[in-house]
């Protein structure tokens, strides 16, 4: 199998929950040909962070980063758009040593040039919708640009032979959204790389207890991209109780440009208790996890919350809105507590019932980590994702095109 896939983002240039997917599934599905024969992929990206054009993984897997046209941010769409056929012509130049037997594109950025190819190439399209431009602006479309991505979205779900979703709210979104039929929609969760957690040594986590939590107050923690969807305003307005309740707690907020939330915390007179650590790496998040008390993901719409993973995996106690996908991986008061999005009050609440029992927090920490382990390794996920590509090349191989 000759697999070329078309990703707008790949380490070391990653913004996003796609990013991660891509940067996890890729090294993994380039680990299986033992039992799956031979699998080679060709990985399509762009080169705004740097990093090598052409970089071997290993024998099977080849990344080519792309020069393209600088990213204006005030015309994402067109920008994204014009910059497809950089990867058309490219994809081209690469099928003439070997044609390719599937095309597999990461959400809507590179559906252009993934539908192109499938009908120059005759071969099956894959798509994998990470989130939907209706879902992010809770089932509306805001602009003209944002009607151009849902009208494209639509177009890559129905030009697609299969398409992956990372759970089965994402199944209902979609069929609703775009009448995707669902037979056509395929469930394969997101993971995670344990390894490559940042363990922190105890005397670190001595040091940043002391640093965050001087007088022992109980911490708190919110990481992600500071756009509305991810609720960090919710989480804002629910401080006025959660500190009347336990005026010692204090939150940390890891996210770039977080302080122009700053105001919001004058307005609500929590300001002293929130404090703005604006961008982190993966290694401080991943140590903030170990020392934290919570972390809470208040989000209005997740398809399904990598970070929640990562937080599970470093035994966090984790808080998480009950929406979406999210809302399939938090199980509450089984490896987490959920709560209703877009309320305070249900914030509040779950941080007490997670600082009056930490015998039951305890027993939930264990029941995250071992289902973690268990069900969202990047090996496991990789294998599903292999024995779909064959389905369909073995599909296409009897279809008339």
């Given at each position: 199998?000759?697999?070329?896939?078309?990703?707008?983002?790949?380490?070391?240039?990653?913004?996003?929950?796609?990013?991660?997917?891509?940067?996890?599934?890729?090294?993994?599905?380039?680990?299986?040909?033992?039992?799956?024969?031979?699998?080679?992929?060709?990985?399509?990206?762009?080169?705004?962070?740097?990093?090598?054009?052409?970089?071997?993984?290993?024998?099977?897997?080849?990344?080519?980063?792309?020069?393209?046209?600088?990213?204006?941010?005030?015309?994402?769409?067109?920008?994204v758009?014009?910059?497809?056929?950089?990867?058309?012509?490219?994809?081209?130049?690469?099928?003439?040593?070997?044609?390719?037997?599937l095309?597999?594109?990461?959400d809507?950025?590179?559906?252009?040039?993934?539908?192109?190819?499938?009908?120059?190439?005759?071969?099956?399209?894959?798509?994998?919708?990470?989130?939907?431009?209706?879902?992010?602006?809770?089932?509306?479309?805001?602009n003209?640009?944002?009607?151009?991505?849902?009208?494209?979205?639509?177009?890559?779900?129905?030009?697609?032979?299969?398409?992956?979703?990372?759970?089965?709210?994402?199944?209902?979104?979609?069929?609703?959204?775009?009448?995707?039929?669902?037979?056509?929609?395929?469930?394969?969760?997101?993971?995670?790389?344990?390894?490559?957690?940042?363990?922190?040594?105890t005397?670190?986590?001595?040091?940043?207890?002391?640093?965050?939590?001087?007088?022992?107050?109980?911490?708190?923690?919110f990481?992600?991209?500071?756009?509305?969807?991810?609720?960090?305003?919710?989480?804002?307005?629910?401080?006025?109780?959660?500190?009347?309740?336990?005026?010692?707690?204090?939150?940390?907020?890891?996210?770039?440009?977080?302080?122009?939330?700053?105001?919001?915390?004058?307005?609500?007179?929590?300001?002293?208790?929130?404090?703005?650590?604006?961008?982190?790496?993966?290694?401080?998040?991943?140590?903030l996890?170990?020392?934290?008390?919570?972390?809470?993901?208040?989000?209005?719409?997740?398809?399904?919350?990598?970070?929640?993973?990562?937080?599970?995996?470093?035994?966090?106690?984790?808080i998480?809105?009950?929406?979406?996908?999210?809302?399939?991986?938090?199980?509450?008061?089984?490896?987490?507590?959920?709560?209703?999005?877009?309320?305070?009050?249900?914030?509040?609440?779950?941080?007490?019932?997670?600082?009056?029992?930490?015998g039951?927090?305890?027993?939930?920490?264990?029941?995250?980590?071992?289902?973690?382990?268990?069900?969202?390794?990047?090996?496991?996920?990789a294998?599903?994702?292999?024995?779909?590509?064959?389905?369909?090349?073995?599909?296409?191989?009897?279809?008339?095109?």
């Amino acid at each position: 199998m000759r697999i070329l896939v078309l990703s707008w983002e790949y380490p070391p240039y990653m913004v996003g929950g796609l990013g991660k997917h891509v940067a996890g599934l890729i090294p993994a599905l380039g680990e299986l040909q033992e039992h799956y024969g031979p699998l080679h992929l060709d990985i399509l990206t762009t080169r705004y962070a740097g990093g090598a054009p052409v970089e071997r993984l290993n024998e099977c897997v080849t990344i080519h980063r792309l020069e393209t046209d600088l990213f204006d941010p005030a015309n994402m769409y067109n920008t994204v758009i014009d910059n497809n056929h950089h990867f058309v012509d490219y994809a081209n130049q690469l099928a003439q040593d070997e044609p390719f037997d599937l095309i597999h594109v990461h959400d809507w950025l590179l559906g252009v040039a993934g539908v192109r190819l499938k009908y120059e190439h005759k071969i099956p399209l894959l798509v994998t919708m990470h989130a939907t431009e209706r879902g992010r602006h809770q089932g509306h479309v805001t602009n003209h640009d944002s009607s151009r991505i849902n009208g494209l979205e639509g177009q890559l779900c129905h030009e697609a032979w299969r398409v992956i979703v990372c759970s089965h709210f994402m199944t209902t979104e979609l069929h609703n959204y775009f009448g995707t039929p669902f037979d056509k929609l395929v469930v394969i969760p997101n993971g995670i790389d344990q390894d490559r957690l940042y363990i922190c040594p105890t005397h670190k986590q001595i040091e940043l207890r002391a640093q965050f939590a001087p007088n022992g107050e109980q911490l708190l923690f919110f990481v992600g991209r500071i756009v509305h969807e991810k609720g960090l305003h919710v989480l804002l307005r629910a401080m006025p109780g959660i500190l009347r309740a336990f005026p010692d707690t204090r939150l940390l907020v890891a996210g770039r440009n977080s302080r122009h939330l700053y105001p919001l915390t004058r307005e609500l007179g929590v300001d002293s208790a929130v404090q703005f650590l604006d961008y982190v790496t993966d290694q401080q998040r991943d140590w903030l996890y170990q020392v934290v008390d919570s972390a809470v993901f208040p989000s209005l719409y997740e398809p399904f919350g990598i970070v929640a993973l990562e937080a599970m995996a470093l035994d966090c106690n984790v808080i998480a809105s009950d929406v979406g996908g999210l809302g399939e991986v938090v199980k509450h008061e089984v490896n987490g507590l959920t709560v209703y999005p877009d309320d305070p009050p249900s914030i509040v609440w779950a941080v007490r019932r997670l600082f009056n029992d930490p015998g039951a927090a305890a027993v939930r920490r264990l029941q995250a980590h071992a289902q973690v382990s268990q069900q969202y390794s990047w090996h496991t996920i990789a294998q599903q994702t292999a024995t779909l590509y064959r389905s369909i090349i073995a599909e296409r191989k009897v279809a008339i095109w």
